[in-house]
T-cell receptor, first 110, second 111 residues
Framework: ELKVEQNPLFLSMQEGKNYTIYCNYS?????LYWYRQDPGKSLESLFV?????AVKQEGRLMASLDTKARLSTLHITAAVHDLSATYFC??????????FGQGTRLTINP | DAGVIQSPRHEVTEMGQEVTLRCKPI?????LFWYRQTMMRGLELLIY????????DSGMPEDRFSAKMPNASFSNLKIQPSEPRDSAVYFC?????????FGQGTRLTVV
């Protein structure tokens, strides 16, 4: 069974700072997905990482994937309040079955 | 496309009643997923379909839960009888290829 661990689970940071969220998973997977969820809302796809060494950037967010280490990171650069949300990583188990981490609740303070 | 559409958005029901949650996937998508989200257990995959056929229902918690996909445009998740511990947000998602798109969810409260 695939297990996914994110850390930290809660992160409070100041605007303008940088930080990294880590996602470790227990079995080999060649892909990984990152989602964002605002309170009371649905999940929004952020990144699809398709291979070892994949790096994708969107604005102040950058995601990377190391399939050998079974590790993905989501890096936040110069955080702004609008990035406050819960972030989930999800490697697939089998063909299409996404297994979600616990989520990292990110709060960015002015 | 309007995205994945779920109904109702909110449902409050009494313990023991039957509850039906509905989902219309994005047209052309061949996978459909039902997830449940709670504070305690996070996001759990309940069941998923490929081309309307159930592939994996190992996440369905009990026989009280059932799901069907009679055609490519519709799926439902039924809970009968409902219990307070079924209270959660239920998400439907669909995909074609790599990326899954989620509906707005149904917030179920069983009292």
């Amino acid at each position: 069974e695939l297990k996914v661990e994110q850390n930290p689970l809660f992160l409070s940071m100041q605007e303008g700072k940088n930080y990294t969220i880590y996602c470790n998973y227990s079995t080999t997977s060649d892909r990984l997905y990152w989602y964002r969820q605002d309170p009371g809302k649905s999940l929004e796809s952020l990144f699809v990482l398709l291979s070892n060494g994949a790096v994708k950037q969107e604005g102040r967010l950058m995601a990377s994937l190391d399939t050998k280490a079974r590790l993905s990171t989501l890096h936040i650069t110069a955080a702004v309040h609008d990035l406050s949300a819960t972030y989930f990583c999800a490697p697939p188990w089998g063909v299409q079955k996404l297994v979600f981490g616990q989520g990292t609740r990110l709060t960015i303070n002015p | 496309d309007a995205g994945v559409i779920q109904s109702p958005r909110h449902e409050v029901t009494e313990m023991g009643q039957e509850v039906t949650l509905r989902c219309k996937p994005i047209s052309g998508h061949d996978y459909l997923f039902w997830y449940r989200q709670t504070m305690m257990r996070g996001l759990e995959l309940l069941i998923y379909f490929n081309n309307n056929v159930p592939i994996d229902d190992s996440g369905m918690p009990e026989d009280r839960f059932s799901a069907k996909m009679p055609n490519a445009s519709f799926s439902n998740l039924k809970i009968q009888p409902s219990e307070p511990r079924d209270s959660a947000v239920y998400f439907c998602a669909s995909s074609y290829g790599l990326e899954a798109f989620f509906g707005q969810g149904t917030r179920l409260t069983v009292v």
